[in-house]
């Protein structure tokens, strides 16, 4: 009999995008709360969306909400409230697309990245503002935007992250440059999630092992910060099989891109990719 009762309770469920990627497919709008009515009719135009599509409005307190912050960390959201976009959640294996306007300091690959931290594994978003800004608030729209489509919220630890990935990012396209910094950043978090170290000194070696690739030199800070990053992604365990698919789409375009810059990467030795061989192969026999 208590099977049966069981069997019969409606329970509400929710499918967050960070634990498997599924969720439903869908379009909204957001826009940054300081935007005039005429700014938003030229954003409008811009995204050229449906005119009966849902639009939300995100203010300094969404943006708290969004990433857990308290009060007193809104001096990190400067300039107004003006980023905005075009979110569409698609269906799986579409991988995660970004491209913008006027926004001169956050980028297209950054913003792609931490909506895969997020949990966002297959979207195409589209972000603008009516003149050109920083973009360091473009993410807590986005988020919000998807969310609203999902019917359910993010785990706050995964948007933190995400959060905390733009600005360890920004400080690094500061010493080698926005491609090669967003590349290296998706490198190290594809491998960090796919082997998940023990330590931050495994997730150092990581680290160093793909500044080698690419042939550049990250500051000690620099790579404190990304250390610190990463033992925070490490800590949200990830499954990695869930991810694959999105981060090796975002690693073929980076490919792709770093050869459109003109740079080679420098291949990994023979016994690396031995090594790499065989632990992959006992890796499928044991799953």
């Known amino acids: 009999m208590t099977i049966g009762i069981l069997t019969c309770i409606s329970i509400p469920t929710t499918a967050f995008a960070d634990i498997h990627g599924e969720y ?23 995204f050229k969306a449906p005119d009966n599509i849902e639009a939300i409005y995100v203010d300094s307190k969404m943006a708290l909400k969004q990433f857990g912050l308290d009060e007193k960390e809104l001096a990190n959201f400067t300039g107004g409230w003006y980023s905005s976009a075009y979110v569409k959640l ?22 792609a990245n931490a909506l895969i931290t997020s949990g966002i594994l297959n979207a195409e978003v589209t972000a603008s503002a009516p003149f050109e800004v920083t973009g360091e608030s473009a993410l807590a729209g986005i ?26 990012s920004l400080d690094l396209a500061e010493e ?21 170290p023990s330590n931050e000194e495994e997730i150092k070696e990581i680290i160093e092992k793909v500044e080698k690739k690419y042939d550049v030199d990250i500051s000690a800070t620099i790579q404190n910060n ?13 499954d ?48």
């Open 176 to 196: 080698i440059g926005d491609t090669e910094a967003s590349a290296i950043i998706n490198e190290v978090k594809t491998a960090v999630i796919k082997d998940k």
């Open 143 to 168: 988020l919000a935007g998807a969310e609203n489509i999902m019917g359910g919220e993010l785990s706050t630890s995964n948007k933190k992250a995400a959060q905390e990935e733009i600005d360890v």
């Open 240 to 287: 990695y099989s869930k991810l694959k698919d999105t981060l090796d789409k975002s690693a073929s375009k980076f490919k792709d891109e770093m050869e459109a810059l003109g740079k080679e990467l420098k291949d990994s030795g023979f016994f690396d990719k031995l090594f790499s061989w065989i632990s992959e192969f006992f890796s499928s026999l044991f799953n």
């Open 90 to 111: 698609l269906q799986k294996e579409n991988g995660v697309t970004v491209n913008s306007s006027n926004l001169t300091l956050v980028t297209n690959d950054m913003l």
């Open 24 to 46: 439903p497919s869908g379009e909204i709008l957001s826009f940054g709360s300081d935007l005039s009515d005429s700014q938003e009719a030229q954003l409008r135009k811009y």
């Open 226 to 238: 990304m250390v610190t990053l990463m033992s925070n992604i490490n800590d949200l365990d990830l």
